[in-house]
């Protein structure tokens, strides 16, 4: 009887966290439709997206019940991305060293 809870217990979360990303979702879309200005509504959209990107890393893929290695490997990854898209967007910047503005 005690697995039988134990399922459900699971299930339950799952469907918790299924339900946070469909709301997630819907968030997003109805973030497009709101002009925060251009750079503002990029930033929203990220944290919308980071959040849902985390619910799904830690409850879908298992990680939140993973050694420390992973927290160190996941902490790389998250420092790896941050930095490519702040190169991204500096070279982008019509003012930095890349691009010559007479």
Do not use: C
Request: net charge neutral; aromatic share 10%.
């Amino acid at each position: 009887m005690s697995d039988h809870s134990d399922v459900s217990k699971h299930i339950r979360g799952y469907m918790i966290v299924g339900g946070t990303l469909l709301v997630g979702t819907i968030l997003t879309v109805l973030a497009s439709y709101v002009d925060l200005g251009h750079h503002w509504n990029i930033i929203l959209a990220l944290i919308i997206a980071t959040v849902k990107a985390s619910l799904v890393v830690l409850f879908f893929m298992h990680l939140i019940s993973e050694r420390q290695m992973i927290y160190i490997v996941l902490a790389f990854t998250v420092l790896f991305f941050t930095s490519l898209m702040y190169l991204t967007l500096w070279s982008t910047t019509p003012t930095n060293l890349i691009h010559n503005v007479p």
